[in-house]
């Protein structure tokens, strides 16, 4: 069991003096819940990457709440005993739900980024701060551009804190695509082009685009609520492979060695015809046969 040297009441007195007057109205009265988010736990990936990732779901979560959100470096600021900053990254429901508890957070939204084969897995998950009972959790891939890690964190958020039994959806437009392409989305069939705008769940997906005697096609893309997201496709024809017999190769050297076989053939003729020559016919024969042998 974790232990707080700062008390929730050395705390709120702090935030007290912190926040704005309109804060404060909503702390006393009904309004919007309190929520801290933890510190990103990483797994082979740069602290610095998760720090970036914990400051974006602080972020989002503030706009698809509108509760007042403690960021992870707000709350390191808040526990200033250097024992209780090692609790801002505690994986624990009990150390969680001592550090709510302290905060005066309702709500605790604690994530781990680890680095995959082929790019990054990302759990986001919210605990009721009370016994930190689980209210949710989402679980994002990506294999796209890492500098685009960040923006699949908006609809994961909005995934996590959207009404039980519900998926926000967004629009996506596969743009360019030739008729008769089919579309798949995380390996399940979509539709085939002509497709149209096709609904999908909000957070990120594996797209792959196919058509007979074309390459296949593939990227990864995002998306959010309510908006439409046009993915461009090029598709670029298969040219299949020209059959041995049919390149320019084959006859060009099939041709030398009709020559010489012919040459061969014509040497030993004359040859045998000399009369005593014949055993020097033979021997020119078989010496032909041996340099065609090696040239083969």
């Not at 390191?76 to 429901?93: A, I, P, S, W, Y």
């Not at 994961?156 to 039980?164: C, E, G, K, Y």
């Not at 299949?240 to 076989?261: H, I, K, M, Q, S």
């Amino acid at each position: 069991m974790c232990f707080l040297v700062m008390t929730r009441s050395v705390v709120l007195a702090v935030l007290t003096m912190a926040v704005t007057p309109l804060a404060m109205a909503q702390a006393a009265g009904a309004g919007p819940k309190k929520i801290a988010v933890m510190r990103t736990q990483t797994d082979g990936v740069d602290a610095g990457v998760g720090a970036q990732v914990s400051a974006r779901i602080a972020e989002m979560t503030r706009l698809k709440t509108g509760a007042e959100v403690l960021s992870a470096e707000q709350i390191t600021t808040l526990l200033d005993h250097e024992r209780d900053k090692q609790l801002v990254g505690c994986e624990q429901d009990s150390c969680l739900a001592e550090v709510a508890d302290a905060l005066g957070a309702d709500v605790i939204v604690a994530a781990r980024l680890s680095r995959i084969d082929g790019g990054y897995a990302l759990t986001i998950t919210a605990l009721d701060a009370v016994g930190a009972k689980p209210l949710g959790a989402v679980d994002e891939k990506w294999g796209g551009e890492p500098l685009l890690l960040l923006e699949v964190i908006r609809p994961a958020v909005d995934r996590l804190f959207s009404p039980a039994g519900t998926v926000p959806s967004g629009l996506l437009v596969v743009d360019g695509v030739k008729d008769g392409s089919r579309i798949l989305l995380d390996d399940v069939v979509r539709g085939t082009a002509p497709a149209g705008q096709l609904s999908v769940p909000v957070g990120a997906h594996r797209l792959n685009v196919t058509l007979a005697d074309h390459e296949a096609q593939s990227s990864w893309v995002i998306i959010n609520s309510g908006q439409t997201t046009t993915v461009p496709i090029a598709q670029t024809a298969v040219v299949p492979a020209a059959a041995f017999y049919e390149t320019w190769w084959f006859w060009t050297a099939l041709g030398g060695g009709v020559g010489v076989a012919a040459a061969a053939t014509v040497g030993t003729v004359v040859l045998l015809g000399q009369g005593d020559t014949a055993k020097t016919g033979i021997n020119v024969a078989i010496n032909a046969d041996d340099t065609l042998g090696g040239a083969r």
